[in-house]
């Protein structure tokens, strides 16, 4: 007989970290029921030392039944250490928003004093988002962050809150938008006097990149975590440089670009920083929403938190040091930038129609050339790079979360786990996604498609952060667990308080997307709106086909899911038929085997 094939499907043995067998798939010291362990600790000790590990075993195939699949877990010696997970953080958050969302918050938000306050409320509001998310990290250390949380705090309708969430992950949270930004940007320096290039073009070179970031993360994870520190410490360096500008400008230092005498130059640009204008709610609604889509990515660590280390005895300092530096670190930059290009443009140059504000920033300072109008756009798409690269590693590992959980059709597949142990599956059904929204986006003038893809993101992201946040109260107050839960960080109070701050926020900003504009673009208003709460009602139908109609016809999944201390998640399903499809399924094998005869 052949030798078997090694799986590449690896899911639900019961393997630790270390690559030793458990004793049962369902240890009684981590059962789903004995999660929360004290009022007061979310941190889990181990009994035995992790120092020594070595590669998971796999099983053959026909040692693991066709009722389930089986996930190794992770090495340690593998995971992410400190620098790593913060890079993750770091490149998905500085991308495109910091170059060029500055002019549409100052457009919309009525000067200059208002625009600096939402960058910094934005970013307080995403440091309270960040302790929520932390909290949930902590209690569940489980790489698929809301798909892993709303199950455990919503679990009657039993797959409701799984299925929404699931699919407004799978249709939204792909950034495509960032592939045509950096299809139209590579253009625009082959082309710098031509605003609007072919879109046929921008979708060509916008599925290259798509298709070129899917294989990188197919075939190599160590590659693809190198690929993405390095463009984090570039893109770091570049905001830096230009925050460095700034304060020279602010010193009276004055490149090529700035005439000599030019009386709007300098800090003579903010004597009337206060002064604001009188704006409308969807404008202010716009500026919210671009400054929000700025601050996209700090969750990304909770996306990848089975790979992230945990250190013997505070297993989650790597995950809450790197998560916390790297929101500071770039609210920080963010903020100092505005004022950089606050100093050397006027408000009328910064809103001004053309380049994005960084190019008319450089321009000023430098003097038009070859940089400016060539180079410094491959700069900014080798940073939209960097952010695609990094969300594409973590939206790929919630992906195929959601896979495991076996809502999805073809989930055995887009589960699947390849032999370089990268979510070959996961990255199937991203591309997938991805490349729909790029072929089927209509045209890109002005940067409509752009617009329309991130802010479908955005509200989709905020009713999945209002769901996760409203379950931590469900959490709190759930009579199932033998403890009360606690925050592990903070006290109840302060959470509590943060959750009642935080949530209306999130209400409001989706209620403005709402607001009627006074005149309507390329693609209406109420376009991402309506396709996002599309896709919500569309995974409620869903979750009555697959919850109610198909097990009364006899179609069943269980599952049974169990946490391992060392962060690892495992999931056990079985499929059985009972009733008119069990009848059904026999009678087709009944025919078919009389045809064989």
């Not at 973590?394 to 959601?402: H, N, W, Y």
């Not at 495991?404 to 059709?409: F, T």
């Not at 905020?462 to 959490?475: A, Q, R, S």
């Amino acid at each position: 007989m052949a030798n078997p094939r090694l799986s590449s499907d690896v899911e639900l043995m019961s393997l630790r970290s270390d690559g030793s067998q458990a004793d049962s798939a369902f240890p009684n010291f981590y059962r789903r029921e004995n999660l929360i362990r004290s009022p007061t600790s979310k941190e889990y000790t181990r009994k035995e030392s992790i120092d020594h590990r070595h590669e998971p075993l796999r099983r053959p195939d026909h040692d693991v039944g066709n009722d389930r699949v089986e996930y190794a877990p992770m090495p340690e010696k593998k995971k992410l250490g400190y620098f790593s997970t913060a890079a993750l953080i770091v490149s998905k958050m500085i991308g495109t928003g910091v170059f060029a969302k500055p002019q549409v918050v100052l457009a919309n938000s009525g000067g200059k004093g208002v625009s600096l306050f939402l960058w910094v409320a934005c970013g307080i509001m995403s440091l309270m988002g960040l302790l929520i998310y932390v909290e949930m990290g902590i209690t569940l250390p489980f790489s698929g962050a809301e798909v892993i949380y709303v199950e455990e705090c919503y679990p009657r309708p039993k797959y409701l809150a799984v299925i929404v969430i699931g699919l407004l992950f799978v249709l939204l949270t792909h950034f495509a938008g960032n592939c045509v930004a950096f299809a139209k940007l590579v253009l625009q320096a082959f082309e710098p006097g031509d605003p609007n290039p072919d879109y046929r073009l921008q979708k060509f070179i916008a599925l290259c990149l798509l298709t070129a970031v899917c294989l990188l993360h197919t075939f190599s994870r160590k590659w693809g975590v190198a690929v993405n520190n390095m463009l984090a410490i570039y893109k770091v360096t570049l905001v830096t440089f230009i925050i460095l500008v700034g304060f020279a400008a602010m010193a009276g230092g004055r490149g090529k670009g700035v005439t000599t005498g030019d009386p709007k130059y300098g800090l003579v640009n903010f004597e009337n920083a206060m002064e604001t204008r009188t704006m409308s709610m969807l404008e202010y609604s716009t500026a919210i929403l671009g400054v929000l889509w700025a601050y996209t990515g700090w969750e990304n660590a909770n996306y990848v938190l089975s790979e992230v280390r945990r250190p013997p005895g505070n297993e989650s300092k790597v995950f809450k040091v790197a998560s916390f530096s790297a929101i500071g670190c770039v609210t920080i930059l963010y903020v100092l930038a505005n004022v950089a290009y606050f100093t050397v443009l006027t408000e009328d140059e910064i809103m001004e129609e053309g380049d994005m504000v960084a190019a008319k920033f450089f321009i000023k300072v430098f003097g038009k050339g070859w940089f400016v109008e060539r180079g410094f756009k491959i700069m900014v798409a080798l940073s939209i790079t960097g952010n695609f690269v990094s969300s594409t590693y973590g939206l790929a590992r919630v992906k195929q979360e959601i896979a495991k959980m076996r809502i999805l059709p073809f989930s055995k597949f887009f589960a699947r786990q390849s032999h370089y142990d990268t979510p070959v599956g996961a990255l199937v059904l991203h591309w997938i996604v991805g490349a729909l929204f790029i072929i089927c986006t209509p045209s890109n003038k002005d940067d409509a498609a752009y617009n329309l893809i991130t802010d479908l993101f955005i509200y989709g992201q905020n009713w999945m952060i209002i769901l996760v946040t409203v379950g931590v109260v469900c959490l709190r107050y759930r009579r199932s667990f033998p403890n009360q839960w606690s925050p592990h960080m903070i006290s109840w109070r302060v959470m509590l308080t943060i959750i009642c701050i935080y949530v209306p926020l999130n209400l409001f900003i989706i209620i403005l997307t709402w607001w009627p504009p006074t005149k309507q673009g390329v693609i209406p208003s109420w376009v991402t709106p309506g396709v996002a709460t599309g896709i919500i009602v569309m995974g409620i139908i869903y979750w009555v086909i697959f919850a109610k109609i198909m097990p009364a016809l006899g179609f069943h999944i269980d599952s049974e899911p169990d946490e391992l201390v060392d962060g690892s998640r495992v999931v056990t399903y079985k499929r059985y038929k009972t009733g008119f499809a069990k009848k059904a399924s026999d009678w087709v094998a009944k025919y078919t085997t009389r045809k064989k005869d």
